[in-house]
């Protein structure tokens, strides 16, 4: 099992930046997949990126690629999302997630409790 806390978001301009970080505590942290979903009323969660176990290999949504990144430091059980470019459509509750491959579904092990992010015009 593994435990997953989200902190970084709050309140930007359209074109500004934010950086989330997910820390997790639990066992062989290492081991899991990471990924980065949003949510907004109203709408299903949506895949906004993931990173495999050793961080080589990164996936992302169409609408976010090239301007959020994905990144992990294994030991320090932490993994980023860092946000340029910021769009008010970007306004969500972000969650992250723990599991055993990246998929694009919302098909993951463990979340944490979501931090929101608002992007104003």
């Known amino acids: 099992q593994v435990q997953l806390t989200e902190s970084g978001g709050g309140l930007v301009q359209a074109g500004g930046s934010l950086r989330l970080s997910c820390a997790a505590s639990?066992?062989?942290?290492?081991?899991?997949?990471l990924a980065w979903f949003r949510q907004t009323p109203g709408k299903e969660r949506e895949f906004v990126g993931a990173i495999s176990r050793i961080g080589g290999i990164t996936d992302y949504a169409d609408s976010v690629k090239g301007r959020f990144t994905v990144s992990r430091d294994n030991p320090k059980n932490m993994m980023y999302l860092q946000m340029n470019s910021l769009k008010p459509e970007d306004t969500a509750v972000y969650y992250c997630?723990?599991?055993?491959?990246?998929?694009?579904?919302?098909?993951?092990?463990?979340w944490g409790q979501g931090t929101q992010v608002t992007v104003s015009s």
């Open positions: 997630a723990a599991g055993s491959r990246v998929v694009r579904s919302d098909n993951y092990d463990y």
């Open positions: 639990g066992r062989s942290f290492g081991s899991y997949t």
